[in-house]
């Protein structure tokens, strides 16, 4: 931006800056996640079932996210199980004719690999069919040096 522009919330291209929200790893915390997905919909003007639909994709995204792709509760005993994160991180990115979630660990120490749990014809693995369902595009990516990334993309209109 030069001194001669004047301010606007948007790049040339149309899209705006991703709204960050870094939360305690901790369920109790995902309303939160919520509210914010529900205040940008409105903000962007979409209908009322997109704005329920995304509110619910970001709710089931960083339960599944926090409580582990099986279903699991968190646990702080259990070597074995996967831990939670101690913060989590949810972009969203509003772009022209689509939004991206994308739900990680800013500590990128959370590592959560894809479990058979997740199969959406299983009982446990609910909260991933209903993210499917909701998004055109779901990817979870764990590498060691990003940790475990969840990706969501809603096509709009």
């Known amino acids: 931006m030069t001194p001669t ?8 291209d149309g899209s705006q800056p991703p709204i960050s929200l870094v ?6 915390y995902v309303g939160l996640c919520r509210l914010v997905a529900g205040v940008v919909g409105v903000r962007e ?4 079932e997109t704005v329920a639909d995304l509110k619910l994709a970001v709710t ?3 339960t599944c996210y926090l409580w582990g ?14 831990q939670p994160p101690r ?4 972009d969203f990115n509003v772009m022209p004719g689509a939004w991206e979630i994308v739900i990680s660990d800013p500590d990128r120490q959370h590592h959560m690999s894809c479990h058979p749990g997740c199969d959406p ?3 446990s693995g609910l909260g991933l069919t209903i993210i499917k369902a909701l998004v055109d595009t779901m990817e979870q990516t764990d590498t060691e040096a990003e940790g475990c990334v969840l990706r ?3 096509r709009l209109g």
């Open 45 to 48: 003007s979409l209908d009322e």
């Open 60 to 62: 089931e995204a960083c």
């Open 87 to 90: 913060s989590l991180r949810v």
């Open 5 to 12: 522009e004047p301010y606007t919330d948007k790049s040339r």
């Open 69 to 82: 792709p099986d279903g699991s509760p968190p646990s702080q005993d259990d070597a074995d199980t996967v």
């Open 23 to 28: 939360i305690p790893g901790r369920p109790e």
């Open 121 to 123: 014809s299983s009982e």
């Open 152 to 154: 969501l993309v809603k």
